[in-house]
């Protein structure tokens, strides 16, 4: 078996080994591909892995050889996946290889915004503690967890671990998803999203990006928020009029902190990378080294399995 691994520098940029897919067949490793290099590379291949690079059915055509596409991701978009069923092309997914991984990322940027512990820093290496006349100073208001009310849209893996986290921490904590939860615990309740938006100090988004969920939070959403609340995003980018969002944040209603945008690298004229009140990171919770070696475990095992005629994580 041919397989090619697309896009492999974000999963892999090197401190990680791909000999157990090497040991289930002819692998050659791309760390990037860009479109036009995509049917050249996989013209011969049995099996495709890709993270970002677009498997069209054009690229299907041209790939005869072509039974299975590995998505080393859990989101499917970047494959046609119509054409890959029509072609009985096998497609599969990684869910669930990092939950803990985002979670902890949340509770970052939540404690980020609650402790201001980069501008504290940043202002005792300017000297400002040094020529302090007291034994400590605070540049903006510090903030307990304790008692307040987090939001969670979603209740998926992630949803559920930036629960444990949140009653950790003695906050309240309000789901909602697409449908009620029932059986809930004693400490967490469902609620309608309008209703999650108004009664949280912090909400945190962890649903999927699809035609009911694009742009969810927007002007409408946004004013139902508290002044002063905390949006955190580290779903999609996508889930928020991000326009919407600069302009709230300008008018200094709102906090946020997103680990996504719309459109990723995104562009510089992004209305996020110059609003007030905002922390940006690139994309990262998914990728502590320990997420990413799970990952690739069971990209290999899906791949593994397939080869064993009883394929797993098959999402078409």
């Known amino acids: 078996m041919k397989i090619v691994v697309l896009d492999g520098y974000t999963l892999n940029p090197g401190d990680l080994d791909w ?50 596409i590995g998505v080393t991701a859990t989101g499917t978009n970047v494959v046609d996946m119509k054409a890959a069923t029509a072609r009985n092309i096998v497609v599969t997914n990684v869910p669930a290889y ?12 939540i404690l980020q915004h609650a402790q201001q512990v980069s501008l504290h820093d940043s202002a005792v290496k300017q000297g400002q503690w040094t020529s302090s006349r007291d034994f400590c100073f605070t540049l903006s208001p510090l903030m307990s967890l304790k008692g307040k009310t987090i939001g969670i849209v979603g209740y998926g893996d992630i949803g559920q671990q930036v629960a444990k986290l949140a009653l950790a921490f003695n906050m309240k904590v309000i789901i909602t998803s697409g449908r009620e939860k029932t059986g ?26 699809n035609e009911a969920s694009d742009k969810m939070i927007n002007r409408e959403s946004l004013s139902l928020l508290k002044m002063g609340a905390l949006l955190v995003n580290t779903a999609r980018g996508g889930l928020i009029d991000e326009k919407a969002l600069a302009q709230a944040l300008n008018q200094q209603r709102l906090f946020a902190a997103v680990d996504v945008l719309s459109t990723e690298p995104p562009r510089d004229d992004n209305p996020l990378l110059s609003a007030d009140n905002i922390v940006i990171t690139p994309h990262i919770a998914w990728a502590t080294i320990e997420a990413r070696q799970n990952l690739l475990n069971i990209a290999v095992n899906n791949v593994q399995q397939f080869l064993n005629h009883s394929p797993v994580n098959q999402v078409n």
Not at 98 to 109: E, I, R, S, T, Y
Not at 184 to 209: E, G, R
């Open 19 to 68: 000999a157990a897919l090497s040991k289930l067949g002819d692998v050659e490793v791309f760390e990037h591909s860009h479109h036009e290099q995509i049917i050249p590379r996989c013209e011969q291949a049995d099996i495709i892995l890709t993270n970002k690079a677009l498997i069209t059915d054009t690229v299907m055509q041209q790939c005869p050889n072509l039974k299975y």
């Open 98 to 109: 990092g939950p803990d991984a985002v979670a902890q990322m949340v509770f970052a940027l």
């Open 184 to 209: 809930l615990p004693d400490n967490i309740t469902w609620q309608p999203l309008t209703s999650l938006l108004a009664q949280s100090d912090i909400v945190s988004l962890h649903c999927p990006l």
